[in-house]
């Protein structure tokens, strides 16, 4: 089963075209990770899955993206699509409040009002993203308080609890020490069972530890797609083979 | 002379022309304190402090003549207030829209619209309310408080939409990202970001309101008593110094100048509030 289908998309920035004709199928319950040189693409690509794109003034989009069927960009309710697709940014961006408002802002935009309920919500978010136990005692602190890599940890847990069924992550660890990227990835592992993770790196040895698939970019293009073992153990594809072993990139 | 010679000389040169230049502003404000204590202050002595500040008469021609101030501090308290109630919400929602919401076409035509209205005389403003508001609601507490509340909107909005620029874009995205709508994003993430700098643009707007003399003259009405309704006319101190001075004579042209060592003191403490705010802001 696959949670995204995108068919023959191409993205214009301005006059720059950023995609050319990508044609992917994304499967569900699984860690896909999107590699590649810088501006090959992989983050534009991730960004056009929950319509982050939008922002983006002159950014023009042809060809189709579903989620389980349902084109992303004939539906009209984007926030919906949001909630449905989560994602965690480069840059951890907790909002200047306290962490459990942070985590409870999401489930109160759609809705939730019982304060038992969003003392659930918050619990099992954070305990989710690994986090719980350093945070416990001071959910009414400011989440600026948190370290760097707490703060992404708490990213990852305020995007999944609003309960979404694939998360987007953008290079999630590429501003994190080592310790903290280990503990991202474990976490990763812990809730892939639940979630479509797809994740963007410039950290080959991540996709190869975490991922089950890898998409390969080069110049807007998809130029492999195949499980993380084909690609890291035998690419089809030369360019791939070259960027894989060092060769550029 | 050799040429290094004259280089640094005209270095120090410069040097003591820019000392010179802080030195006069510095200078001005330290005698402008100066005028009002030594003439304020004996004045206050005089009547009593507490007579001074908490007398709710003022009748400075009787024989003896009565000063009390107290009428008017509450009268610039008061029509401060309504100016902060008026002022504030709408500056602040004009800030969103500015920063958040308005087109770049329109952009460019309100903008300007906003900052020439802070080049606009008070006299001016004056003049508007009079023609305009004072039939509506007489000269009152309330027409002052309208038209102060319209005067600091420059203030407001300016410093609000700069907070809310300041505020970095990665929370409005993040609060999209969790399927927040545009609005809710801008007033639950990005205006709670931006709180110290628009509390900042309310005290300022405290500042400027309190201070304002020549348009409130215009349109409160100035009777000198305790303000009683809203729809009544009010004194404010600043009223009360430009209306009395130029007929006052010794004790009351000092106790007029006292009214002013009160308005400082307003003004003083409005600016450590701010200088707290910054401090707070910075940690």
Known sequence: MNCFEIKDLNLHYGTFQALHHINMDIAAGEITAFIGPSGCGKSTLLKTLNRMNDLVEGCKITGSVTLYGEDIYAASDVNLLRKRVGMVFQRSNPFPMSIYDNIAFGPRTHGVKSRLELDRIVEESLRAAAIWDEVKDRLKKSALSLSGGQQQRMCIARALAVSPEVLLMDEPTSALDPISTEKIEELLLTVREKYSIIIVTHNMQQAARVSDKTAFFLTGEVVEHDSTETIFAMPHDQRTEDYITGRFG | ?283
């Not at chain 2, 009787?62 to 919400?89: E, Q, R």
């Not at chain 2, 009405?221 to 009223?239: E, F, I, Y």
């Not at chain 2, 002013?260 to 409005?270: A, D, N, R």
């Open chain 2, 1 to 283: 002379m050799s040429k290094q010679n004259i280089i640094k000389l005209r270095e120090k040169l410069m040097s003591a022309v820019f000392l010179v230049a802080a030195l006069a502003s510095i200078l001005a404000v330290g005698l402008i304190c100066f005028f009002l204590l030594v003439n304020g202050l004996p004045a206050m002595g005089e009547i009593g402090v507490f007579k001074f500040l908490l007398g709710r008469e003022w009748s400075p021609t009787d024989i003896p003549p009565v000063f009390g101030i107290l009428p008017m501090i509450v009268g610039s308290l008061y029509v401060t207030a309504g100016a902060i109630i008026i002022g504030v919400p709408i500056g602040v929602l004009t800030a969103v829209f500015l920063a958040r919401v308005c087109p770049k076409r329109l952009y460019k035509l309100l903008k300007p619209g906003v900052d020439l209205m802070a080049g606009i005389p008070s006299v001016v403003y004056g003049f508007f309310a009079m023609a305009v508001i004072v039939p509506l609601t007489g000269s009152s507490m309330l027409t002052a408080s309208i038209l102060l509340g319209v005067m600091i909107l420059p203030t407001i909005i300016g410093l609000a939409e700069s907070a809310l620029r300041a505020v970095p874009e990665q929370y409005y995205e993040g609060a999209l990202a969790l399927g927040a709508g545009h609005y809710r994003s801008v007033f639950f993430i990005v205006l709670p970001a931006a709180k110290s700098g628009i509390l900042t643009a309310a005290v300022l707007g405290i500042g400027r309101a309190i201070g304002e003399t020549m348009a409130v003259v215009m349109v409160a009405g100035n009777q000198a008593r305790m303000p009683v309704s809203l729809l009544k006319g009010v004194r404010t101190m600043t009223a009360n110094i430009v209306i009395e001075m130029g007929y006052a004579g010794e004790l009351h042209r000092q106790a007029l100048i006292a009214t002013g060592v009160v308005l400082l003191l307003f003004i003083l403490i409005i600016n450590l509030s701010l200088s707290a705010l910054k401090n707070r802001s910075k940690q």
